[in-house]
């Protein structure tokens, strides 16, 4: 059997250029993901539009969730947020398409929000009934909610150690 030369990163970049097949699969994968983000993208909209009102330019609820500098990774916002908790807790409350709600949920995992953050995170763990978003409010609270408090809810420890599993 013949070894082949071994290509580089440019080489098959190149090559998948030119594939038909990966063309059209690279097509349609594109064509869902827009799909997939035009299902809650009014939902970003709303939720951008009231931060913009606070003085928070971010175009995405994760964009709270992604606020540090990254060497490589362009940020649309970096910094703190804290002026935005009491939005994020109201919109916490309402229903959102899961993948917003997450970013809700992932925005308000901070240490610093306050009896506010982690009791609006515990009365939404309370009621949560799918197992995933149970377990990022388990994570959320594991950071917002001082531990003292924490230990009165062996529900969230048992959560959070399935890691989404129960």
């Known amino acids: ?7 580089t990163a440019k080489e098959l970049l190149d090559a998948l250029a030119t594939d038909p097949e990966y063309l059209e ?7 869902e993901l827009a799909a997939f983000v035009a299902e809650f993208a009014h939902e970003e909209r709303m939720i951008a539009g009231e931060a913009k009102a606070l003085g928070y330019g971010i175009s995405s609820v994760w964009d709270f969730v992604n606020n540090t500098p990254h060497p490589v990774l362009e940020r649309t916002f970096i910094g703190a947020y804290d002026r935005a908790y009491p939005m994020l807790i109201r919109h916490l409350q309402v229903p959102h398409h899961p993948r917003v709600r997450e970013g809700i949920i992932r925005a308000l995992t901070v240490r610093d929000g306050g009896e506010a953050v982690w009791q609006a995170l515990h009365q939404e763990f309370i009621r949560e009934p799918d197992k995933e978003l149970r377990w990022v409010l388990a994570n959320a609270l594991k950071v917002a909610m001082p531990c003292r408090k924490r230990v009165k809810f062996p529900d969230l420890a048992h959560v959070y150690k399935s890691g989404g599993a129960l």
């Open 25 to 31: 699969l690279r097509a349609r994968k594109d064509a």
């Open 1 to 7: 059997m013949a070894s082949r030369k071994p290509m």
